[in-house]
Structures are given as C-alpha cells and as structure tokens.
C-alpha cells in the first residue's frame, strides 16, 4: 500500500533519514519506535508530503506520490492524526468532521453531517456535537480528530504521536479507540512511545535510530529477542 | 445670554440656506469613502499579505512577493495627500473618473497596505499546524487558507482592524484636497458662508467622535460573536 524507496531527508546539514526503504501492506499496523531524533515522524510526515523528502520515492497504491501533481487527492485517501490534534478551533466539532468532504464535494452537507453523527456516536460524544474544540479535554480532542480523519474514508491512518500530548488518565480512551480501528482491519502507520500499544496492537515493528531503519520485525520477535545493541539499549531504558 | 448667542450660531452656521444639508451630504460621502476603502483595504491587504506568506517555489512567486513589498514600502513611505493627488491629478487625470470613486481607491490603496501587514501578523499567529491538518485531510493550500487560516486570523486581529478603520475614517478628512465634498470640506464651506466657525467646527468634531463610537460598538459586538468558540 505505501513503499517507500531511498528516501532522504536532510534538514540543512543533518541527515534525518537516511536512505530508507520500506514496504506496507493493506491491513498492516505497522509501529514505528525509536528514540527522540530517530527519524520517525519525519518519516511518517514524508508518506503524506507534509515534509518533503531531498530524495527517494514514495508510492501510494504503486502511485508516485508527487508534492506538485497528485498529493492532494493522495492525502485524502491517508488520514492523519497529530500529536497537538489540530482540531480547527473556530468550529463547532461537527463541522470540524464536515468541513472537508463537503467543500471537497465527497459528501452532501446532509450525508456528512449523518456520518459525522454516526462517529461521534461511536466515540461516545454525540452530546458535543454543537460545542467546541477548547470544550473539550485531550483525550476528547484527539478522539474527534481521528473521527475528523476517518471521515474521509481513508484506506491508511497515520498516527504521529497521538498520546504524547495527553494526561496519563486519557491515554487509553485514545489507544481503545485505534485498536478498535485495528481490529477491524484499518491498515495503520503509528509512531509512539506506547510500548504496551506496539505490543499488543502492532503487527509489525519498526526500530529506528539515526535515520536509518535498524529492526523491522514481529512485535514478539523485537520485546523478546531484540537483535541489534541499540534497540537493547533502548528496550532496556523505556521498559521499566 | 451665551445660550442664546449659541442657538443663534447654530441656526445660522446649519439652518439658514438649510446647510445642514451640505452637512449630511458630507458626512455621506465620508461614509461612502471610508466604507469603501476599507473594504478595498482588507482584499488588497489580505492578497498581499498571503502573497508574502505563501512558500515560494517560483520564480513567480518571488517576484511577486517582491512586489508585494515594494507596495506596502512605497504607499507607508509616501503621505495620503501626496497620494491623492498624484492619482486624481496625474495618474487618472484623463480619465475624468469621479473624485469619490477616486477617493475610495486610494484610500483603499492605502489602507491595503497597513492592513497586509496586521493580517500577516495574523495569519502567523495561527498555529501551523492548523495548515497541516487542513493539508492532511487533502485540502489545497488556499482552501486550508480560506477555510481555516483566514477566519482564526481575522479573530485575532480584529482589535487592530478596528484601529485601522478608526484611522482611516479620520484620514478621510484630507479628501477636499481632490475635490471631494467630505464631512470636513463640508463643514469648510459652511464655515465660509456663515461667517462662524467656532460651532461649525465643534460639530464636526463631535460627528467624527460619535462615528467612531458606533464603529467600536460594532466591533465589540463583533468580536463577542467571533469569542463563542473561546467560551470554556
């Protein structure tokens, strides 16, 4: 579903990728880990081209995707979800759900309004319809933004982070929810720190470090028998 | 006695000749420019300001980002009346073009300018990650812009808005000098033919005063509706 081939990005004289390449099927969830400066929302940013690589390739459905041509629909069909939520805060959380499918005429204002119930039914704040984003807590907020992201049927969710920015007693109302989504089949790119989520949820594990892609491999294969010295290393420091 | 000899003042500087007349047709016409201008003032400047905002990739979009700024440095640098009349006198001089219409151009013109410059500030408050949201769910750079970057800028720049209309409404006055018969120039010739100007003058002052009352009642009725999204 996404490849990504040689890619590299340099942020002036750093090298923060360095010539990764990468494959994900349908229905992977793939959990990108690391320490701090690895490289990995870099690379998740680069799979939607919110961060331009400096070279390499990235496919979508064996599509280039291309920064000047198609990225535009590309992105429409790979959600996104962010560390700060970015919920647009000038509008009511329903509209915050409608607003793209309708001015990108994939939905009637009715139909997008149906769905944006339906979701927000789902994650059990139908009753905030009508408020808005600063009403609501973290947990809340990045629930909705996911249901924003799922509202434009994606084939691909990625996640970039999305509980490093929430209270500890929220955490798990947000990571129920992607594992619902797991379950039922939604091909997801996560990068987190949760490691109890990586485990659990993950059908596959990246491990990077120094912009390079250092293990990809099972969940159980990386907490059990972790190969390389610095993935113990790491291993050693977060799992306590 | 002073009370008298002031009715006395007001019923010939607004009464006789019914001049109060040339009065309200003035201060129509300051309405007309001010209004106009500012409107003309928040496209241009919000053109302009995106102008120098958005990344550039271009040759073309350099040389207008270039552009942009050579705009607001020549129309900051040089004086309204200058700019008057070197438009009406010189630049539309052969195309006989009323001189309100002419007004509300370089008016416009010119608030264009200093209005450019609140709304970048403005836009630039926007968290950019607001940009990528819009960006990620498959909008263009100037739907995200339209949609979800303007409308929190516009929020937060509101206050300043109203400062720059506030000025511009004043600023107004310098008008008569191509010709147009403002509130100002009105009350200049209502002066002349009533021989007082000790009332004529208080008046328009207060008129200017009474207008810029109303216009920070709007604004703050304004700014109310656009807070309901800060409500927690």
Same mark, same amino acid.
Request: charged residues 15%.
């Given at each position: 579903m996404i490849t990504v081939k040689n890619l590299v990005k340099e942020f002036g004289t750093l090298r923060v990728l360095d010539d990764i390449n990468l494959h994900i099927n349908k229905g992977e969830k793939v959990v990108i880990i690391g320490p701090s400066g690895s490289g990995k929302s870099t690379l998740l940013r680069c799979m939607n081209q919110l961060e331009i690589q400096t070279s390499g390739d990235v496919f979508f459905e064996d599509i280039l995707v291309d920064a000047k041509s198609n990225v535009n629909e590309i992105r429409q069909k790979m959600g996104m979800v962010f560390q700060q939520f970015? /919920?647009?805060?000038?509008?009511?959380i329903e509209k915050n759900i409608t607003l793209t499918p309708v001015l990108l005429k994939l939905k009637t204002e009715e139909e997008a309004k149906e769905d944006a119930k339906r979701l927000l039914k789902r994650i059990g704040l139908l009753d905030k319809i009508d408020a808005y984003p600063n009403q609501l807590s973290g947990g809340q907020k990045q629930r909705v933004a996911i249901a924003r992201a799922l509202a434009m049927n994606p084939k691909v969710m990625l996640f970039d982070?999305?509980?490093?920015? /929430?209270?500890p007693e929220m955490v798990k109302e947000v990571l129920d929810f992607m594992k619902e989504l797991a379950t039922e089949g939604m091909t997801m790119v996560v990068v987190t720190h949760e490691m109890g989520f990586a485990k659990e949820v993950g059908s596959r594990i990246i491990f990077m470090d120094g912009g390079k892609i250092v293990e990809d491999t099972t969940p159980k294969e990386f907490f059990t028998s972790p190969k390389s010295n610095r993935a113990i290393d790491f291993l050693n420091k977060v799992l306590y | 006695m002073f009370l008298s000899s002031i009715i006395d003042k007001i019923t010939r500087a607004f009464l006789d000749n019914n001049r109060y007349l040339y009065f309200l047709d003035g201060l129509k016409t300051t309405i007309i420019i001010a209004v106009g201008a500012l409107l003309l003032g928040i496209v241009i400047g919000t053109i302009v300001a995106v102008t120098k905002i958005i990344p550039k990739k271009t040759k073309v979009g350099v040389f207008f980002e270039k552009l942009a700024h050579l705009y607001t440095t020549v129309i900051r640098g040089t004086p309204i009346v200058v700019q008057l009349l070197l438009i009406y006198f010189v630049v539309f001089a052969s195309l006989r073009l009323n001189a309100v219409l002419v007004a509300v151009i370089v008016f416009g013109i010119n608030s264009g300018a200093y209005v450019s410059e609140i709304m970048r500030s403005g836009i630039l408050a926007v968290d950019k990650g607001q940009m990528e949201a819009g960006r990620s769910l498959g909008l263009t750079y100037y739907q995200t812009m339209g949609k979800i970057v303007l409308p929190q800028a516009v929020k937060n720049i509101l206050p300043t808005l109203g400062n720059e209309f506030i000025m511009l409404l004043k600023e107004t006055s310098v008008a008569g000098f191509i010709t147009v018969v403002d509130l100002t120039k009105a009350t200049q010739m209502i002066v002349s033919a009533s021989y007082d100007a000790f009332v004529p003058y208080i008046v328009l002052a207060i008129t200017y005063l009474l207008i810029v009352l109303l216009i920070e009642f709007g604004l703050k009725k304004l700014e109310a509706r656009l807070r309901l999204s800060d409500n927690r």
């Open positions: 970015n /919920l647009f805060p000038h509008l009511t982070e999305p509980t490093s920015a /929430l209270d | -």
